[in-house]
């Protein structure tokens, strides 16, 4: 049997709390996963449940869950695992809802906000995140990593995939590199005048590409800054575990463990 459901965990001073959508505008919200397909998101969601490695009945909380892509590649993986998404939009939260009931997966959806988990101490084995950690103000991103500390148990691990690293910088703008393979590529049946759809996505994540490093949302992440907040918040171990280049910008998917205090 199957159970999914969506709860407002907001409190009354967080109705109405701005926050910056997917798509930077929640009206473009029901475009979000046809351009997350084009631009090839699902492979930064495979190699990030790969990463966190969840265990069959583990607790985990995906924060900017947004459409579900992530919990839902997730559960794909670990059908067993108890996944709960969060996110202050409630269209997107609706969407996740909808293709979790069309894939029988369960799956509980919390409206609310990442810099306050509405979560107990230690009740999760997994954090993980994508691509919503730049979509967050400063001292949101900060309170976001004390909360995860907060509410993995000892020996639980974060796993946070956004943009970030070192900056690719400006000479390899726009070219494919590195280990993963990007699903965008024209096999030849291009029209040779830049007018072919796939033309134009190449167009539009070039353009992307050039925001990611130039943007300040986006370019505070690169260098060691996800690592740092990681560690700020207590972290013992974060680091990058794997990295994809894309066309858009370089993507990290950092790692890192609640110290076990009674591990041998
Ligand atoms: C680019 S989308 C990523 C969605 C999803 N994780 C994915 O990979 O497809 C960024 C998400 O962050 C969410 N977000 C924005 N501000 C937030 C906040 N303060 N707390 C939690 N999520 C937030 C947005 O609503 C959006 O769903």
């Known amino acids: 049997m199957t159970d ?18 997917g798509m930077g505008k929640t009206w473009l919200m029901p475009i979000y996963d046809l351009f997350s397909r084009a631009l090839g998101v699902g492979e930064l969601h495979r190699r990030g449940v790969d990463a966190a490695g969840v ?4 607790a ?5 869950c947004g459409t579900g892509n992530l919990a839902l590649t997730l559960l794909e993986a ?18 996740a809802a909808r293709k979790a009931r069309r894939r029988r997966a369960s ?7 990442a810099d306050r988990l509405p979560s ?13 950690l730049h979509h967050l103000a400063d001292e949101d991103r900060t309170a976001f990593a004390r909360e995860a500390f907060r509410v993995l148990r000892p020996g639980g691990t974060v796993t946070i995939v956004d943009f970030g690293g070192p900056s690719p910088g400006p000479q390899d703008a726009g070219h494919e ?12 049946h291009g029209h040779g005048h830049g007018r072919s759809p796939v033309q134009a996505v190449r167009r539009l994540t070039r353009l992307l590409r050039a925001t990611a490093e130039e943007e300040p949302r986006t370019a505070r992440n690169y260098g060691n800054a996800l690592v ?14 794997a990295h994809v280049d894309r066309s858009f910008g370089r993507v990290s998917i950092v790692q890192a463990t609640r110290e076990d205090p009674a591990a041998p």
């Open 55 to 58: 265990a069959p009945g583990q």
């Open 120 to 132: 107990g101490d230690g009740s999760f084995d997994h954090v993980v995140s994508a691509l919503a």
């Open 177 to 188: 590199h590195g280990h993963a393979h990007d699903h965008g590529h024209d096999h030849g």
């Open 4 to 21: 999914v459901r969506i709860v407002d965990e907001r409190t009354t001073d967080e109705h109405g709390r701005p926050f910056l959508p």
């Open 228 to 241: 740092d907040l990681l560690s700020g918040a207590g972290f013992a171990d974060a680091g990058e575990v």
């Open 107 to 113: 799956l509980t959806l919390a409206q609310g906000y």
């Open 78 to 95: 670990t059908p067993t695992a108890a996944v709960t998404g969060l996110d202050p939009d409630a269209g997107a939260l609706r969407r």
């Open 60 to 64: 985990v909380l995906d924060v900017g």
